[in-house]
């Protein structure tokens, strides 16, 4: 009976093999940032290896992922969830399709971007990959399309279904992590965003939230320990707690906590984005 009634634990299956796939995407951002190791081809190839899997483009996600590093909170240059300067966007259906189903806005910021600095982490000749990293670019998505080869010869062999449900759907639970993990670093009440002409290098990489995951915080390497990331981006992961509580006792000051449910957190702040995240063009 057990095994009669065993798709009635894919569930369970999906939450740990995605939690697992986001361990796999931490281990390859830290790859992106050479925190890995010292050797940068084993960087780049550990990291193409780990986020290919997860059906990740590495190199061109290392690249806009060190841009928003650069740009930390500055509402003119970062990637992904700053405010907007002069739309009327009001709440839509495809606002409330993202929030019950974060995965989705993953997958189309890869290949869209974030508004209005779009770009396609699938087109190597995108400015921000062409003149120094076409090679690099490319190379990932070459083995990206190899992964896609392998994900048809599965599904030929064992059956589509059999794909969508030990592999696809984890990949999906991975991308909604993301997405939610990604949101909550830099979106609070009191994190401030700045305009170019008021942004610095310390005043972005402050502007993060130290968040716990609970039961899968470890298992995701400690990925909501923030601020010492921002920091110090060559601290591996397995250093980021010991760092952490170091910088707490020097800076108290500086520090930020949020000890809120994650999804509660999660919810409360993409509300708060969706509604007010229209702001005037003179703003600074």
Known sequence: KLFKYGYLF????????GTLYTAF????????????????????????????????????????????????????????????????????????LLYWFPGISWFYYLMFGYRPRGINHFNPFEPLFYNKHFIGASLSLATYLGMFYLMYIYAIS???ISLITYH???VFIFACYIVIITMLHHT??????????EWNNVKGQLSTVDRHYGHVHSIIHSIGTHQIHHLFTKVPHYHLEEATE??????PDLVRINNEPILV????????FINQRSISQDTR
């Not at 609070?188 to 002409?197: A, K």
């Open 25 to 96: 995407f931490i281990l390859g951002h830290d790859c992106g940032h050479s925190s890995f190791s010292s050797y940068p081809l084993l960087n780049d190839t550990v990291g193409t290896i780990l986020h290919t899997w997860i059906l990740v483009p590495y190199y061109a996600w290392k690249l806009t992922h060190n841009h928003h590093h650069k740009n930390t909170n500055n509402i003119d240059k970062d990637a992904v969830f700053c405010p907007q300067r002069g739309i009327v966007d009001e709440p839509s259906y495809q606002n409330y």
């Open 158 to 160: 064992v059956g589509f």
């Open 10 to 17: 894919f569930p369970i299956y999906w939450y740990i093999q």
């Open 246 to 251: 170091q910088f707490r006792k020097v800076y």
């Open 265 to 272: 957190s999660f919810s409360r702040m993409f509300k708060t």
């Open 168 to 170: 696809l759907i984890p």
């Open 188 to 197: 609070e009440i009191d994190v401030p965003w700045y305009g170019d002409s």
